[in-house]
């Protein structure tokens, strides 16, 4: 059981030095994709953090209490597709009755987290990093944050870049692109920044 | 033995989602009219607009409801409004195809620039300084916002001026509501004549602005047998109820901004763009 300390260390850490899409380069998909608008982004941001909490929460009892005993840890990564997989499915089922406004803003992007390598990548570092229940708990909600803060952070370059006089050949994916390695580049700026905010 | 149990997990982990998969899906089912469907499935679906509901989804709703007139998709036309008078089983009233009109002739021969334009290459961004580069504060600027936003790629820029091809037109009206200048109006599919301005400035000035603007001269008000056309604001207007389209006005006016003009049906493979 980590302090209390340890939990706001991994929690910062997640968020700032290892983010997803900047430094561990995972889930990048929907950071080009989905960044185009504040709305969406946010609203990505917001269903990937959801889905990375709930993912966790199912996936590390199921790695302790039925991979580990059985001695079976080379089927981690296809049962935690399989489950992450319908859970994301049941999700769109609750969103689809109890919040159709969430759901319709959502559309097509709450299908495609089934397939988003962050989440995935989430859980199994999880368990390879050895967190108990509530540190990796807090870990997925820092990564879920951190990747909320770059795509809500990318979407406002974006829209800037959108309105800049961009020479021909750099114009859309190019000037995109160029921008992300910018913002990847700035976040490596805070590594080793957090361990010693709190010694 | 390892491989049987290894086995055994993965099918009750499935088996497990699965159910639960189902029993969600029966759990919280969403009822769906399904009329709203079959309404939705004949529209378009280029969410326009042009209906006054949020898109075609929404459109679709308020018409099995009942609230909504049959005949309101403008880009799925009269097809479209038989197929869902036939659905709803109501009567449907005439449907008239419209088509978006650019109001403006001063390409780049006709009219000079006042200054040179640096900024956000879009009519939006240039309007808001000064009204845009042009000499006429009225016409069409040309940076092709209305291109960019129409659905079935339509619009062309030429010239300076943006030409509408009439036989890809839809009529969503889109285009004209984006124009920061309103230049672009939705007319009937039949009109023959058109006055090709929208400058509501005096004579002089409007003729040293662009050489083929409307100078509000009032030749065609006179000369047109059943009194049509009035002159509003120093500017041509049309009333489209009395025109029996003679084309008289057009030989009286001296600048040629009033036209006679033709709009061809729309073409068969007009393709909405995704």
Same mark, same amino acid.
């Given at each position: 059981?980590?302090?209390?300390?340890?939990?706001?260390?991994?929690?910062?850490?997640?968020?700032?030095?290892?983010?997803?899409?900047?430094?561990?380069?995972?889930?990048?998909?929907?950071?080009?994709?989905?960044?185009?608008?504040?709305?969406?982004?946010?609203?990505?941001?917001?269903?990937?953090?959801?889905?990375?909490?709930?993912?966790?929460?199912?996936?590390?009892?199921?790695?302790?209490?039925?991979?580990?005993?059985?001695?079976?840890?080379?089927?981690? =990564?296809?049962?935690?597709?399989?489950?992450?997989?319908?859970?994301?499915?049941?999700?769109?089922?609750?969103?689809?009755?109890?919040?159709?406004?969430?759901?319709?803003?959502?559309?097509?992007?709450? @299908?495609?987290?089934?397939? =988003?390598?962050?989440?995935?990548?989430?859980?199994?570092?999880?368990?390879?990093?050895?967190?108990?229940?509530?540190?990796? #708990?807090?870990?997925?909600?820092?990564?879920?944050?951190?990747?909320?803060?770059? #795509?809500?952070?990318?979407?406002?370059?974006?829209?800037?870049?959108?309105?800049?006089?961009?020479?021909?050949?750099?114009?859309?994916?190019?000037?995109?692109?160029?921008?992300?390695?910018?913002?990847?580049?700035?976040?490596?700026?805070?590594?080793?920044?957090?361990?010693?905010?709190?010694? | 033995?390892?491989?049987?149990?290894?086995?055994?997990?993965?099918?009750?982990?499935?088996?497990?989602?699965?159910?639960?998969?189902?029993?969600?899906?029966?759990?919280?089912?969403?009822?769906?009219?399904?009329? #709203?469907?079959?309404?939705?499935?004949?529209?378009?679906?280029?969410?326009?607009?042009?209906?006054?509901?949020?898109?075609?989804?929404?459109?679709?709703?308020?018409?099995?409801?009942?609230?909504?007139?049959?005949?309101?998709?403008?880009?799925?036309?009269?097809?479209?409004?038989?197929?869902?008078?036939?659905?709803?089983?109501?009567?449907?009233?005439?449907?008239?195809n419209k088509v978006a009109f650019n109001a403006c002739n001063g390409?780049?021969?006709?009219?000079?620039?006042?200054?040179?334009?640096?900024?956000?290459?879009?009519?939006?961004?240039?309007?808001?300084?000064?009204?845009?580069?042009?000499? *006429?504060?009225?016409?069409?600027?040309?940076?092709?916002?209305?291109?960019?936003?129409? @659905?079935?790629?339509?619009?062309?820029?030429?010239?300076?001026?943006?030409?509408?091809?009439?036989?890809?037109?839809?009529?969503?009206?889109?285009?004209?509501?984006?124009? @920061?200048?309103?230049?672009?109006? #939705?007319?009937?599919?039949?009109?023959?004549?058109?006055?090709?301005?929208?400058?509501?400035?005096?004579?002089?000035?409007?003729?040293?602005?662009?050489?083929?603007?409307?100078?509000?001269?009032?030749?065609?008000?006179k000369a047109c047998p059943n009194g049509a056309i009035t002159v509003?604001? =120093?500017?041509?207007?049309?009333?489209?109820?009395?025109?029996?389209?003679?084309?008289?006005?057009?030989?009286? *006016?001296?600048?040629?901004?009033?036209?006679?003009?033709?709009?061809?049906?729309?073409?068969?493979?007009?393709?909405?763009?995704?």
């Open positions: 059981m980590e302090s209390f300390k340890t939990l706001m260390i991994i929690l910062l850490s997640s968020v700032l030095v290892d983010n997803y899409v900047l430094s561990r380069f995972l889930g990048i998909c929907p950071f080009l994709g989905v960044s185009k608008k504040l709305d969406q982004a946010t609203g990505m941001g917001m269903a990937v953090t959801a889905v990375m909490l709930i993912a966790t929460a199912v996936t590390w009892p199921i790695q302790y209490l039925l991979l580990n005993p059985l001695n079976l840890g080379y089927l981690q =990564n296809i049962l935690f597709i399989l489950v992450i997989a319908s859970l994301v499915q049941m999700l769109e089922l609750l969103l689809k009755k109890f919040s159709p406004a969430l759901y319709s803003g959502l559309g097509v992007y709450l @299908p495609l987290i089934t397939t =988003n390598c962050a989440v995935l990548g989430v859980t199994i570092n999880n368990i390879n990093d050895g967190y108990s229940f509530i540190g990796s #708990m807090v870990s997925s909600l820092g990564c879920g944050l951190g990747f909320l803060l770059a #795509m809500v952070l990318f979407s406002g370059l974006r829209s800037r870049i959108n309105d800049a006089n961009i020479p021909a050949p750099f114009k859309g994916l190019g000037a995109t692109l160029i921008a992300a390695s910018f913002i990847s580049l700035a976040f490596m700026g805070f590594s080793g920044i957090v361990e010693n905010i709190f010694a | 033995m390892n491989i049987l149990t290894a086995f055994l997990l993965v099918f009750a982990v499935a088996i497990v989602l699965g159910v639960l998969l189902l029993l969600f899906s029966h759990l919280f089912m969403v009822k769906v009219d399904p009329k #709203m469907q079959e309404v939705r499935a004949c529209l378009p679906g280029v969410n326009c607009g042009a209906c006054g509901y949020k898109g075609c989804d929404d459109y679709a709703s308020a018409v099995a409801e009942g609230t909504a007139k049959p005949n309101l998709c403008i880009p799925g036309g009269k097809d479209v409004a038989d197929q869902i008078g036939a659905i709803m089983g109501i009567e449907v009233e005439t449907f008239e390409h780049c021969n006709a009219t000079d620039p006042i200054a040179e334009y640096d900024g956000i290459q879009t009519c939006y961004a240039a309007s808001m300084l000064y009204g845009g580069p042009n000499t *006429c504060r009225f016409g069409c600027l040309g940076y092709g916002d209305c291109a960019a936003v129409c @659905p079935t790629g339509a619009i062309c820029m030429s010239n300076g001026i943006a030409r509408i091809d009439a036989s890809h037109c839809i009529g969503c009206g889109l285009c004209s509501r984006t124009c @920061p200048k309103g230049v672009i109006t #939705m007319i009937p599919q039949d009109t023959k004549t058109v006055v090709f301005c929208s400058n509501t400035q005096k004579g002089a000035d409007a003729r040293k602005a662009c050489k083929n603007a409307c100078i509000g001269c009032k030749k065609c008000e509003q604001n =120093n500017l041509a207007v049309i009333d489209y109820d009395k025109c029996a389209d003679c084309g008289i006005c057009v030989k009286e *006016c001296p600048t040629g901004c009033l036209k006679t003009v033709f709009f061809p049906h729309r073409a068969e493979d007009t393709a909405i763009a995704e």
